[in-house]
């Protein structure tokens, strides 16, 4: 089945977890070749009719080409190596607090190395500040934010979050 790629449960989340970890150190060195591939993508959809021109559009390409890479990375490297928690488990709320914290990792991460791209116009401002897309979206319309401490919180809930609910959903279930 296709979709048991998306699964809640903590092994498939954790392998997640891992891929993007991976993506963010992939997508550094493979910056400029990622753009030209949704570049690429864009003149090809062109010459069927469909025409990309505004930010939003754009970013949703970009966004489709990280995540084909990550999802490479994790059927073909994480996945086969067993890179991730081998037990699988965790209660709803569990998988709802890691499946929340590693879509805004994977979005935080993006929008860490594609800084030129700003966020899409349909995300509400608490929203693109809370993934640290903020610095990318409104510099362009005047707007700033340079809570030093909102920050340095970005890096800390996202990158440690999901760790952190890992080892708290293993601790409880061991009780």
Known sequence: ???NHFDSG??????WYVSIL???LAFQPLHDMIIKIADFLIRMLTLVNIRISDQNGIWVILFGVCFLMTLTIKNFFVDNLSINIDKDGGGSTERAILG???VGLYLYVFNRVF??????TYFPKF???LFGGYADTFTMSGES???NTWIMIHGILWHLGPVATFWIGAN???D
């Open 115 to 120: 800084t030129e791209q700003p966020m899409p």
């Open 22 to 24: 991976i993506s963010y």
């Open 145 to 147: 934010f340079s809570n």
């Open 100 to 102: 929340f914290l590693i």
């Open 172 to 174: 409880i279930q061991k």
């Open 10 to 15: 903590r092994k498939n989340l954790s392998a």
């Open 127 to 129: 929203a693109v500040n």
């Open 1 to 3: 089945m296709p979709f």
